[in-house]
């Protein structure tokens, strides 16, 4: 089945870390890009960091830069995002998502969810 | 940055009656456009991609047009289970999304 799951969601202090994970089935993993994107509560959707298949391009949105890490295990077929120094304003439903095609941008698979409610 | 504009904000229809979204950007994003259906508590769903491109078990009634900086999405004759918000989405070199669109049935 493909799919992306996502885990390790939860509520965190400000200031506090907590490490995403997304476990991705069905697709040829280390040969996408993979993408996080948030939703805060009644908002729109933010995309927050992209890395390239092998790992070795990543790219942030300005509000996570020197906060905010992705990371990938293909062995493992899973998508992490370290995040750090949590704000107020990183509280949202954080997804992972694939391109539809390579170098597309647009998403074709996503996960559903996990929660991070920072207070 | 590119800012991605969506109208009108909210949109109350009667089942079968035509709806057009729009989306506008701030700078030309060629074809680089991708239009999405969220519903409560679900992930966003591609319909279009590449500014006009059915993507994968997407009903022929949802159609994209439009380049540069003006695209549209139109929904042919919404049904019920149309009743959703609807993303526009950028991607010509970085990635970004408009506000949305709620869409109502009436």
């Known amino acids: 089945q493909v799919q992306l799951v996502e885990s390790g969601g939860g509520v965190v202090q400000t200031g506090g870390s907590l490490r995403l994970s997304c476990e991705a089935s069905g697709f040829a993993f280390s040969n996408c890009v993979m993408y996080w994107v948030r939703q805060a509560p009644g908002k729109g959707l933010e995309w927050v960091a992209v890395i390239w298949a092998d790992g070795g391009t990543k790219h942030y949105t300005d509000s996570v830069k020197g906060r905010f890490t992705i990371s990938r295990d293909n062995s493992k077929n899973t998508l992490y995002v370290q995040m750090n120094t949590l704000r107020a304003d990183d509280t949202a439903v954080y997804y992972c998502a694939k391109e539809v095609g390579p170098g597309t941008g647009a998403f074709d698979l996503w996960g559903r969810g996990t929660m991070v409610t920072v207070s | 940055e590119i800012v991605m504009t969506q109208s009108p904000a909210t949109l109350s229809v009667s089942p079968g009656e035509r709806v057009t979204l729009s989306c506008r950007a701030s700078q030309s994003v060629s074809n680089k456009l991708a239009w999405y259906q969220q519903k409560p508590g679900q992930a966003p769903r591609l319909l279009i991609y590449?500014?006009?491109t059915r993507a994968t078990d997407i009903p022929a009634r949802f159609s994209g047009s439009g380049s540069g900086t003006e695209f549209t999405l139109t929904i042919s004759s919404l049904q019920s289970e149309d009743s959703a918000v609807y993303h526009c989405q950028r991607y010509n070199a970085w990635w970004t999304f408009g506000q949305g669109t709620k869409v109502e049935i009436k």
């Open positions: 590449d500014a006009s």
